[in-house]
């Protein structure tokens, strides 16, 4: 069992950068892809980025694509997310997921979540 920790939310002017943080339990970090999801209020969540096992590939959605960068650190069982830019549509709670099924893009094809970390961005 993997346990997901997000951290870095918090209240940010557009324009401005965000980096989230997850850290992840167990010794098997670097063989699960992980990905970044975020759900506004009232929709439903959706896929941000995913990055490889060994950290060499990554997608994101067409949304986020030249300002959020993912990125992980399997010594120390972490992946982040820097954010760029920062926009007002870009408020949400941010999970981290793991999924032994490589890089997905789908909230099913993911294991494990945390309990996500908000991000208020103003206007």
């Known amino acids: 069992q993997v346990q997901l920790v997000e951290s870095g939310g918090g209240l940010v002017q557009a324009g401005g950068s965000l980096r989230l943080s997850c850290a992840a339990s167990g010794r098997t970090f670097g063989s699960y892809a992980m990905g970044w999801f975020r759900q506004a209020p009232g929709k439903e969540r959706e896929f941000v980025a995913t990055?490889?096992?060994?950290?060499?590939?990554?997608r994101y959605a067409d949304s986020v694509k030249g300002r959020f960068t993912i990125s992980r650190d399997n010594a120390k069982n972490v992946v982040y997310l820097q954010m760029n830019v920062l926009k007002p549509e870009d408020t949400a709670v941010y999970y981290c997921?793991?999924?032994?099924?490589?890089?997905?893009?789908?909230?099913?094809?993911?294991?494990?979540w945390g309990h996500g970390t908000q991000v208020t961005v103003s206007s």
């Open positions: 997921a793991s999924t032994t099924w490589g890089m997905r893009t789908d909230i099913h094809g993911y294991d494990y």
């Open positions: 990055i490889s096992e060994g950290g060499s590939s990554t």
